[in-house]
């Protein structure tokens, strides 16, 4: 069966982060005394259920077990504090990119909207609200992470290592939005690759694996180790997020395909296409990225001057590449010998992922 490794890691561990998860949050909805912060708490649980493949809190456990941690239950409950985060940044992240479907229901802000939102207000209040809940889902993130019962020392370096997370993965949101301000042609290889490494790399692969880490008290190889593997394993993630946001199948990853067209975002796919482009399709290319009217057959011909200009096939082997660099950090790693199967098998699923 292909990617059987990772597959039996991620069937072992992932109800049990659910579980630990949901117990969280359905805790939070309860505490609610006032009609107000219930219906944001809810939305923020309702989030949380709607889908995901809890990937980051997977790594955590991933990490924690790999550098060689032995209380596997206590990692469980401090992993649902990645997903908490993750749920923070979604949500500020739909607000920002202005998209309305997330894992195939509507995001917290549209929802909030079409719920709760009377005829007097509107998408404003709906987005301060929304806004309002990524806020308290980072708060409950810190908080989950401090009641999971580990060691104070390690509590302490664990809080610190989730809030360093987050600063670099907000510097990688800042450029990301920076970049999308900066005409096509302002935009180079190199600025794409580093909020790849920022936003994605150390925040999905990289993040996790140095909390679990900071969980087991780890020396400094394993984090090297985990870097090592995580920064190239990470920007090729990312690099085929993007392909799949443009040539994916909406009904499997729950977005609306040719978002990331509209929305201006500056991917690879993007940047080397003008790069590549005749003087025709680089005209082309700045008159519909970033135009959110865009209609679906405008959207067709932006993929078809990626695929004409060879940008879709430069992304495909930058990531090939990419992968297998972190395939290699692993060999001689001080990692658990099973650990390292499922990183590989991780790493190999990503390129070949289609949601």
Not at 240 to 261: A, C, L, N, R, Y
Request: glycine content about 8%; some cysteine; hydrophobic content about 40%.
């Amino acid at each position: 069966m292909a990617f059987e490794k990772m597959k039996a890691f991620f069937a072992e561990w992932v109800p049990k982060i659910d579980q630990e998860l949901y117990a969280f949050l359905e805790e939070k909805v309860e505490e609610q005394k006032d009609s107000f912060n219930r219906r944001v708490v809810e939305d923020i649980y309702r989030f949380a259920r709607a889908g995901g493949k809890r990937v980051r809190p997977t790594l955590v456990v991933a990490g924690y077990l790999g550098a060689g941690g032995k209380d596997a239950e206590k990692a469980v409950k401090a992993s649902i504090a990645y997903e908490l985060l993750h749920v923070y940044l979604l949500i500020h992240d739909d607000i920002m990119d202005r998209d309305e479907l997330r894992r195939g229901q509507p995001t917290v802000w549209k929802s909030l909207m079409d719920r709760y939102i009377n005829s007097s207000l509107g998408r404003h209040e709906a987005e301060a609200l929304a806004t309002c809940a990524g806020d308290l889902a980072e708060t409950y993130s810190t908080l989950a992470l401090m009641r999971a019962g580990m060691p104070p020392e390690i509590t302490v370096n664990a809080v610190r290592e989730l809030h360093e997370i987050t600063e670099r993965t907000g510097y990688g949101q800042v450029l990301d939005v920076s970049l999308e301000m900066l005409p096509i042609s302002k935009v180079r290889e190199e600025d794409v690759l580093r909020v790849h490494e920022l936003k994605t790399a150390k925040y999905t692969i990289e993040g996790p694996l140095h909390l679990g880490a900071q969980l087991a008290g780890a020396d400094q190889k394993i984090f090297k180790s985990y870097s090592e593997y995580a920064i190239p394993v990470g920007i090729a993630f990312q690099l085929q997020d993007d392909i799949i946001g443009v040539f994916g199948d909406e009904k499997k990853t729950g977005k609306p395909v040719g978002s990331d067209i509209r929305e201006g975002k500056r991917t690879l796919l993007i940047v080397k296409a003008y790069e590549n482009a005749t003087k025709e399709q680089r005209r082309i290319l700045e008159a519909i990225v970033g135009r959110h009217n865009a209609t679906p057959e405008e959207i067709e011909t932006v993929r078809e001057i990626i695929v004409e200009t060879g940008s879709l096939d430069y992304s495909k082997a930058l990531m090939e590449k990419l992968v297998q660099q972190g395939l290699e950090a692993l060999e001689g790693a001080q990692i658990r010998e099973d650990i390292k199967e499922f990183l590989a098998d991780l790493a190999d699923y990503i390129t070949k992922r289609d949601k």
